[in-house]
């Protein structure tokens, strides 16, 4: 058995045990809540700082082996475990203004990979990495301010920053570093969390624990990184600039809401929509046209002031970005269904890549 195999097949066993591991807790917490709720209270945030292993695809390891690996010095921030890295793993392709790819929780760097054709096509440098207790980066924990701080770090050692792409809860954390100073011409969203405060519940019910411990969770989370958490949950639409936002989304996500990425994209002055269909939550990361038309939006910071058009990209594909009014919302009170997309949009892609 060769390096590769090994490393392959530890993974797969720590998905494995994970899973294992969190089936035994969602018998056994609710028991045990009855008896020694404080502690149970401990173990539920530490789970829920907690990302999953997940193997990376063979299709990601052809990415990553076209890229020139380098490591990303970073400070453990506020509230940071003892076995906080000290040091990120990144990657970058190409030569120019640099895009930063950012991956969200339970992700990589590497899932990401389907935008650096179109990206370095269009003459930018591009660099992802991987958050602490991601991917090959290490740690154990890990939390949004925490991986704000990496992104942050990332950004600094990858120089002043063209674009950024972010996915998921990857969006929050661009949100919030949009927030604290980081600036660039052109962001753009995919599947964009509205309010991920339901994230948190969610962990709550899954582990069979009564509503009063989120509240218990997210007073936890206070007094560790020194956040409020009503001033973070919602940082996706809160952090609103006027940066030109592309959110893309797929109608059918099961992990964050359609109607949620609705809601960032109106939250924004300066967004438009690119809405598909049977792409879901993850797919959506590596369809060509999804990750050529991101490239063209972040391209057209480069146009002339005077062009509504971006540089030529060889996607094969019109421009179909279109001028829409901003019709009322489908999915959210009172709101009806816009005819093809909403505000200044792009119509969507369709299934495509898988």
């Not at 008896?35 to 990376?56: D, G, N």
């Not at 921030?77 to 970058?92: F, M, N, Q, R, Y």
């Not at 770090?153 to 990858?158: E, M, R």
């Not at 009322?328 to 949009?345: F, N, Q, S």
Request: proline share 7%; with cysteine.
């Amino acid at each position: 058995m060769d390096k590769k195999q090994k490393s392959d097949l530890e993974k797969r066993t720590n998905v494995r045990s994970s899973s294992f591991s969190m089936r035994a807790l969602r018998t056994l917490l609710p028991i045990a809540y009855r008896i020694v709720p404080r502690k149970i209270e401990k173990l539920a945030l530490a789970q829920f700082r907690t990302p999953r292993p997940h193997r990376r695809p063979d299709r990601e390891e052809k990415w990553l082996a076209t890229a020139q690996r380098f490591a990303i010095p970073i400070r453990p921030s506020v509230g940071a475990d003892a076995d906080a890295p000290h040091e990120l793993a990144g990657w970058a392709w190409g030569s120019g203004p640099t895009v930063l790819l950012v991956h969200g929780w339970e992700g990589r760097g590497s899932q990401m990979g389907a935008f650096v054709t179109p990206l370095t096509a269009a003459g930018y440098r591009v660099v992802t990495f991987d958050s602490p207790a991601h991917g090959e980066s290490g740690g154990k924990l890990s939390s949004l301010p925490e991986m704000t701080n990496a992104l942050q770090a990332a950004a600094q050692a990858a120089g002043p920053l063209h674009g950024l792409i972010a996915h998921s809860f990857g969006c929050a954390i661009a949100a919030l570093a949009v927030r604290q100073g980081l600036h660039m011409e052109r962001l753009v969203f995919v599947a964009p969390p509205a309010d991920f405060g339901g994230f948190l519940l969610r962990t709550v019910h899954s582990f069979g624990l009564p509503d009063r411990v989120y509240d218990t969770l997210t007073q936890a989370i206070e007094r560790r990184f020194h956040i409020s958490w009503e001033a973070v949950r919602r940082v996706t639409m809160d952090a609103a600039t006027e940066i030109p936002l592309l959110v893309a989304h797929d109608r059918g996500d099961p992990e964050t809401s359609y109607e949620g990425g609705l809601q960032v994209h109106r939250a924004w002055p300066n967004s438009r929509l690119l809405t598909t269909d049977g792409l879901g939550h993850r797919r959506i990361l590596r369809n060509r046209k999804v990750a050529e038309q991101a490239a063209r939006f972040i391209a057209k910071a480069n146009a002339d002031p005077g062009s509504n058009s971006s540089p030529k990209l060889e996607t094969g594909l019109d421009d179909p970005i279109q001028t829409a009014s901003r019709e009322p919302v489908a999915g959210l009170p009172g709101y009806t269904t816009p005819p093809i997309c909403l505000g200044t949009g792009i119509e969507g892609v369709g299934v495509g890549d898988r």
